[in-house]
C-alpha cells in the first residue's frame, strides 16, 4: 500500500494524494510510505522516485545489515525493526532528501504507522522537515525494543526467585531459550548502535548541534540496551552456572547415599554368603544359637561402620 503525506508552502497538509502531485510546485516537501507495496507500487522507486539502482536493490535484500549510504540528492538507511512476537529483526529503508522522505517496508511495521499517526495529529511536525519525520521513525523503532527486554528481564527475575520446584531440565530450557532470545536482540542492537554513531559523525549533521542532540539520544538509548543485554546475558550465565553447581551437589548426595548403604551391606552380604553355602563341614552350621549369634555379628558391623562413617563425616551431607 502506497501512502502520502504533502506539506504546502502555505503549511498546509495534504493527505492520500496522487504520486503525481507530489511534483506541483506548491509543495514543500513530503512523506511517501510503501507499505507491503506490491510489485507495480515497488517499481514507482525507480521510475517516479528515480534512486539510485543500489539503494533500490538493497530494499529487496533480505534483511541487509543497518547501513547509511550517501548519494548525491539523498541519504539512504537501514534499519531495524522488531517483531514483538518472534524477536525477529525486520528490515525498514529511508530515503531521505532536502524536500522528501520515503519510507519503504516489506513487513507491518507498526512503529511507522504510530509516528503517521502523531504527525497527521501535531501540526508543529509539519515545519519539522523530513529529517525530523527520520529521526521519529528510528526513535520509534529504537524505543519498540525495550518492551521486549523488560519482558525478558522479568522472565529472568522470576526463574531466579522460584523456589525450584521445577526440574532441572526444565530450568535450564528456560535459561537457554532466553539466551537465544537475547543473542537475538544482540543481533539487531549492536549494528544499530554502530550505524547511530556513524550517524553522528556525518558531515553534514556536525554542524546542526540541534538535530545532532536527537540522534544523540537514539545513540544513549542503543547504549543502555546493549548494556541491559549484556547484564541479562550474564544473569542468564549465572543462573545456568548455580543451577548446574546445585544439580551436581544433588547427585553427589545421591552418589554419596548410594556409597553410604552399598558399604554397609557389602561385609553383609558376605557373611551371608559365607554362611549359605551348604558344605557338610560346617560346624557354625549345627550351633543351636547360631542364627542369632550372626544376625548379632551382623548388627554390630552395622553399628560399627555407622558408628565410624559418623565420625568420618559421611553424614554431614544430609543436614
Not at 543481533?187 to 554513531?197: C, E, H, S
Not at 542532540?213 to 543462573?239: F, G, W
Amino acid at each position: 500500500m502506497l501512502k502520502h503525506i504533502a506539506i504546502t508552502k502555505d503549511g498546509r497538509l495534504l493527505s492520500d494524494i496522487s504520486s503525481e502531485r507530489l511534483k506541483d510546485q506548491d509543495i514543500e516537501w513530503y512523506w511517501t510510505d510503501f507499505n507491503q507495496p506490491p510489485e507495480e507500487e515497488a517499481l514507482l522507486l525507480k521510475s517516479h522516485f528515480h534512486f539510485h539502482p543500489l539503494s533500490i536493490e538493497d530494499c529487496f535484500h533480505h534483511l541487509q545489515r543497518p547501513k547509511l549510504d550517501q548519494y548525491e540528492q539523498y541519504l539512504f538507511f537501514v534499519i531495524h525493526a522488531l517483531n514483538q512476537k518472534t524477536l525477529a529483526s525486520e528490515e525498514v529503508d529511508l530515503f531521505v532528501g532536502k524536500d522528501f522522505i520515503v519510507t519503504f517496508h516489506l513487513h507491518q511495521s507498526p512503529g511507522i504507522a504510530k509516528v503517521r499517526k502523531q504527525f497527521l495529529e501535531n501540526k508543529d511536525l509539519w515545519k519539522k522537515g523530513p529529517n525530523h519525520i527520520a529521526y521519529m521513525v528510528m526513535d520509534q523503532l529504537v524505543d519498540e525494543y525495550f518492551p521486549i527486554l523488560y519482558q525478558i528481564e522479568d522472565r529472568l527475575n522470576e526463574i531466579a526467585e522460584s523456589d525450584n520446584r521445577k526440574t532441572y531440565g526444565t530450568l535450564m530450557n528456560e535459561v537457554f531459550d532466553i539466551r537465544g532470545d537475547l543473542l537475538k536482540l544482540r543481533r539487531t542492537i549492536i549494528p544499530m548502535r554502530d550505524l547511530l554513531y556513524r550517524i553522528l559523525n556525518i558531515e553534514h549533521l556536525k554542524e546542526n548541534r540541534e538535530r545532532k542532540a536527537y540522534y544523540s539520544d537514539i545513540y544513549d538509548h542503543l547504549l543502555k540496551l546493549t548494556e541491559i543485554v549484556e547484564n541479562n546475558r550474564d544473569m542468564t550465565a549465572d543462573l545456568r552456572d548455580s543451577y548446574q553447581t546445585l544439580n551436581s551437589n544433588r547427585m553427589n548426595a545421591i552418589m554419596m547415599t548410594l556409597t553410604i548403604v552399598s558399604t554397609i551391606f557389602i561385609p553383609l552380604t558376605f557373611i551371608a554368603g559365607v554362611y549359605g553355602m551348604n558344605f557338610d563341614n560346617m560346624p557354625e552350621l549345627h550351633w543351636r544359637y547360631g542364627y542369632f549369634y550372626v544376625l548379632g555379628v551382623m548388627a554390630a558391623v552395622v553399628a560399627g561402620m555407622v558408628i565410624w562413617f559418623r565420625h568420618k563425616g559421611w553424614f554431614d551431607i544430609f543436614k
